[in-house]
């Protein structure tokens, strides 16, 4: 599978229709699904990903309501709300690993809207100086870190054949 699916209004490429078609069932799947919604002014450079996307004051996240796509225009409704709203891009992005579309407007040839999948957020703990071990009992292994100084232990619970790929790593 591609990572990035892209469709531009009059795009001359082979697949600018196929490209369009799997932007508009990705969009339609949205149905029901929590989305957050973040525009932003696309910077001088034109390059997006130069973008802050971390949450700001008018951005949304809300459950969308009837994605669809009639014509090239996209369609959806916010939960409590009678209007349909819509957007009618010039281009597409779809970043299939993250769950993003990129919608860049017709209207407004300065703004990229992003509507994704709210990104699971992991804890990050660092440790300077672990103190490893590994635990064995029957066909059960467990790795064990731990870190003095913020009294902390994890247990990590091993597979075969996880032991076997991280005996593979040195």
Known sequence: MQVK???QQGGTEANNAENFATISQWWGSLNGKTVTWRQRLIPETGNVQDLNWDPQRFDEEFAIATPAIRGITLYWKK???PD???TTPQKLELNH???ELYIYPQS???LVIRVALPQVV???VKIAQP???IEKTGDRTVLIVRDELQRLEIQVNLSPE????LQQLN
Do not use: D, F, K, M
């Open 5 to 7: 699916t892209i469709w």
């Open 97 to 99: 690993l993250q769950q």
């Open 84 to 86: 349909e709203r819509n």
């Open 131 to 133: 103190q490893l071990a």
């Open 162 to 165: 996880q032991l076997a790929n």
């Open 108 to 110: 407004q040839a300065n």
């Open 122 to 124: 992991y804890q990050t």
């Open 79 to 81: 939960p409590g709300t």
